[in-house]
């Protein structure tokens, strides 16, 4: 509703209170653009409102609980009856705020919808009442009650319900404007937030080493924070351990458990070089610390460049692809559960010489991505990347793999990629 319409609605019969309704609606628009506290300026509101209508008291409801409740948050008279609750639907505000009109009410004891037992509590006695909706459009925020008329026959006339309807309008418009207002402070609290833990997370993932180096990864978050991770960290006998790791879920919690995850493994990697023994150890820690109902899949393992071989251990992630000096590929499907899932639980390895090849090790945001308008990638579509870029070197060829999949900027899932390369011979 705008101001001109208040106006409207607010017709006194003379000049003179016309000029008044204006003045006490400019007060309160003036009053709620001022100030920072809705709460606040709303009981300074309805204390004007009470005067102005010559009423003994007034309070102001506003639907809480998914509009199942009404509370009390400012009232003006001899009872003080902020944040007394009621059903939605039950007394003269509930039924104004269901049908959203204005009620007069000359006689209480004669209307059914009357709430009897507020009075009981209080010692307060109700004889008439006005009641307007607040409400935007179909928005339905409160009422405001105003209570036994003072002067005169001490019963409420047409005009005040016309006063109250303009009055009511305007706080709601100032309610509904504060929340708004609130809303883009949270949201821009929480993109900080959401920046900040981005940050963190890409401080987490290991730097790239100059080439050549055996192990390599990339990370493309779909989101601002990611549920994916990766890692590796040189070991005192010169051997290098490595992870990757998909966290269910997204959003802060999915991150939160992702940072925990990368953490453990790297910190417990230093001294249980063993991945399937070092896989065990961090599912008991997450099996008693995560967020119900989410689980890692992970793939952690040990690189020998001395020897060209690597020990891997699955958790129950996606299978790891094995390409060799001819180009043929072998993956190794998990035999384990995911992390999380089961304390108690063992993890097998598997070792493999490189001899010459390269394994990759990815998330399922890598295969079920789109490349253009192409269906999803696929594992036999990374197989052909993978070949199509062998000539270009491991991080040149991670970072065109990415850069094809996250090209359009709408990841539907958080991407990760790990290659180890064999270092004994040239690798395809």
């Not at 001294?271 to 070092?278: A, H």
Request: proline share 5%; aromatic share 6%; net charge negative.
């Amino acid at each position: 509703m705008s101001l001109q319409t208040a106006y409207d609605l607010a017709a006194p019969r003379s000049g003179q209170e016309y000029g008044d309704t204006v003045e006490l609606l400019s007060e309160m628009s003036r009053d709620f653009a001022a100030s920072m506290d809705i709460v606040e300026t709303l009981h300074k509101a309805l204390a004007r409102i009470t005067s102005y209508l010559d009423a003994e008291a007034g309070s102001l409801f506003l639907l809480k609980n998914d509009d199942t409740e009404l509370v009390c948050v400012a009232c003006d008279g001899p009872v003080d009856i902020t944040g007394l609750r009621i059903p939605a639907e039950q007394g003269i505000v509930g039924s104004c705020i269901r049908d959203n009109i204005c009620q007069m009410v000359r006689d209480v004891a004669e209307n059914p919808d009357f709430a009897a037992e507020v009075d009981a509590q209080t010692g307060f006695t109700t004889r008439s009442i006005l009641c307007s909706p607040m409400s935007v459009k179909e928005q339905r925020i409160g009422a405001i009650e105003v209570l036994n008329k003072k002067c005169g026959n001490g019963l409420f006339e047409e005009n005040d319900r016309h006063v109250l309807q303009a009055l009511s309008s305007s706080a709601a418009l100032a309610i509904l404007n504060a929340r708004m207002a609130e809303e883009l402070v949270e949201q821009e609290k929480l993109r900080r937030e959401l920046e900040l833990a981005a940050e963190i997370q890409r401080g987490l993932l290991p730097e790239r080493p100059p080439s050549p180096f055996p192990v390599c990864g990339v990370n493309f978050p779909a989101r601002g924070v990611s549920g994916d991770f990766y890692n590796f960290f040189p070991l005192e006998d010169g051997r290098i351990g490595f992870a990757i790791g998909d966290v269910s879920g997204k959003g802060m919690n999915a991150a939160l458990l992702m940072a925990k995850t990368s953490s453990l493994y790297r910190c417990l990697g230093r001294e249980t070089t063993n991945p399937g023994r070092l896989l065990a150890k961090v599912n008991e820690e997450i099996c008693e610390t995560a967020t119900k109902g989410m689980f890692v899949t992970m793939v952690g393992g040990v690189y020998d460049h001395k020897k060209d071989r690597l020990v891997i251990a699955n958790a129950g992630h996606e299978p790891p692809l094995y390409r060799d000096r001819d180009g043929a590929f072998r993956n190794f499907e998990a035999d384990a559960p995911p992390l999380g899932i089961a304390p108690g639980m063992e993890f097998s390895e598997i070792e493999l010489p490189l001899e010459g090849g390269a394994l990759y090790i990815f998330t399922d945001g890598v295969t079920e991505s789109h490349v253009g308008d192409e269906d999803m990638l696929g594992v036999d579509g990374l197989k052909a990347m993978i070949g199509e870029l062998s000539g270009l070197s491991m991080p040149q060829r991670l970072d065109t793999i990415a850069d094809r999949l996250s090209g359009k900027g709408d990841l539907f899932d958080d991407l990760t990629l790990l290659a180890v390369e064999s270092q004994g011979k040239q690798s395809p």
